[in-house]
């Protein structure tokens, strides 16, 4: 079956940095574009990084260009999302998704991991 385990979610203090993990299992991980997305509380969902199949290509949310930084590696089947200077802004759940390329939605999501950022 598909699944998606994110890790490495915690509470750090402003200015600190985690690097969340979303491993992938049940799919071909490297036909897919691989994102990431959080939602904190009382807010919608909201996107945040994505990395395309290979890795060549990568986009980012205007509040975390410069700061976040999305990999992956298709050996392994997993995704990364390396966050760095953080905000208490940037408290939330955040989740891994994947999606065929030009399919137009993420089809597949875990089940998502804590980041808390204290002032």
């Known amino acids: 079956q598909v699944h998606l385990a994110e890790s490495g979610g915690g509470l750090v203090q402003s200015g600190g940095s985690l690097r969340l993990s979303c491993a992938a299992s049940?799919?071909?991980?490297?036909?897919?574009?691989m994102a990431w997305f959080r939602q904190a509380p009382g807010k919608e969902r909201e996107f945040v990084a994505r990395?395309?199949?290979?890795?060549?290509?990568?986009n980012y949310a205007d509040s975390v260009k410069g700061r976040f930084t999305i990999s992956r590696d298709n050996a392994e089947n997993t995704a990364y999302l390396q966050m760095n200077s953080l905000k208490s802004e940037d408290t939330a759940a955040y989740f891994c998704?994947?999606?065929?390329?030009?399919?137009?939605?993420?089809?597949?999501w875990g089940q998502g991991t804590q980041v808390a950022v204290s002032s």
């Open positions: 049940g799919f071909t991980f490297s036909s897919y574009i």
């Open positions: 990395i395309s199949p290979t890795g060549v290509t990568t």
């Open positions: 998704a994947g999606s065929r390329l030009a399919l137009g939605r993420y089809n597949y």
